[in-house]
């Protein structure tokens, strides 16, 4: 039977460090204390990007088969591994079994693209010849490691946002420090464990749980060249203008929509639009949040999401039929309770849930939200979504980008000119055809706009990211 350990190391310069065992991780269902993990002082956290900047030159003197060797073997022992991440994970997060797998399973794809596009990564030939006083010169550019980084990454996907982050630096070439979140660090600690079985150049990574006041350094010290951040946008917003001349990456909140158009498969889009709003209990910044339905439907696909949400089962993530489970805190779910009942005195209706329990928050559907309700306006990040109707897909479109976050939307339609509209005028990373806006797969471009970030993770577009271009121009004479 898969258990965690009684403590847990820090990483600093490839290697365990045991300091203390001053973090206590809770499992998120009972509360009770799982196991304890090491915190890295600031004093450490200095010395790890000092590490950094000596592994510079050696990791961008790394082949490219040599840095796919080093994905390769993390592929292969978070494969043998598997259920001791998704275990780990269950308790750290409360995130239920079989979603829990699925997560190691994107683990896993994310370190695999990383493993090919690390043998990949080119540039361009140029013709410069563009006047006469260029005729005699011809360019070339390629793409270098642009140095040490430094990583943040948020509690509810614990593996893979860290994956998306570690996996592109290790295929260009860079060192980085890496700070999970304090709620769940057990997952990169693990992968710690697993780059620690490999010869990468001393100084190469350091994964340091911190507190936030602690891990000041992560974002102000210059000799680290990137911060590659995921979470609250808030947060986010507030690194950034700290972070001085670093470049900066932020995969903020989001407010997702889908629209369900007239010519809805109406069974189909129940089972996505139930899995997007519900998944992980909502904890995902592109969780279905708003659901807009087009009116001549909007009584038949209302009764069937409620009867589905219903019948979903809440409890113990370790229980295999569990579909919801426990947020990451109480505050958290009393939060989100707090926002319901706003929604309710301005005269929203609950159609299903609305109950809690401690951490636990029941699947929840509302319709005549208002619309200055935060249950509208903010990121739930929650089990919770809402529920409108239209009759004019433009205002449909527009409803969609009023507001502050743009990251991901669906549009459910059969229609193609309707979906090519909505990729033309929405305001957002991704449009999301004849699906959820919960839908990610690993290589694709993935970020928002507005209020919910800069720039663009997936594995290849990180790693644009995490290089600079460096140019070469020749000019040619006549051989003597």
Known sequence: MTQLKDAYPLYLANEARQPNADLEVTDKYTGQVATRVAMASPELIDEAIGWSVRAAEPMRRLAGYERQAVLMHCVARFTQRAEELAYSLCVEAGKPIKDSRGEVTRLIDTFRVAAEESVRITGEYQPLDISARARDYQGIWKRVPIGPCSFISPFNFPLNLAAHKVAPALAVGCPFVLKPASKTPLGALIIGEVLAETDLPKGAFSILPATRDGADLFTTDDR???????????????????????????????????????????????????????????????????????????????????????????????????????????????????????????????????????????????EGVPHAARLNREEAFGPVATLQSFTDFEAALDEVNDGRFGLQAGIITHDLSKAMMAWDRLEVGGVIVGDVPSYRVDNMPYGGVKDSGLGREGVRFAMEDMTEIRNLVIRRRPIL
């Open 224 to 366: 680290l060249k990137l911060l590659s951040f995921t979470g609250s946008p808030d947060v986010g917003w507030a690194l950034k203008a700290r972070a001085g001349r670093k470049k900066v990456v932020l995969e903020l909140g989001g407010n997702a929509a889908v629209i369900v158009d007239r010519d809805a498969d109406l069974d189909d889009a129940v089972e996505r639009i139930v899995f997007g709003a519900f998944y992980q209990s909502g904890q995902s910044c592109i969780g279905v949040q708003r659901i807009l339905i087009h009116a001549d439907i909007y009584d038949d696909l209302k009764a069937r999401l409620v009867d589905k949400t219903r019948g979903l089962v809440c409890g113990d993530p370790k229980d295999e039929t569990t579909f919801i489970g426990p947020l990451i805190d109480e505050g958290e779910a009393a939060r989100l309770e707090d926002w319901i009942g706003e929604a309710v005195d301005g005269g929203a209706r609950i159609l299903v849930g609305g109950g809690r329990d401690g951490c636990m928050m029941q699947a929840t559907l509302v």
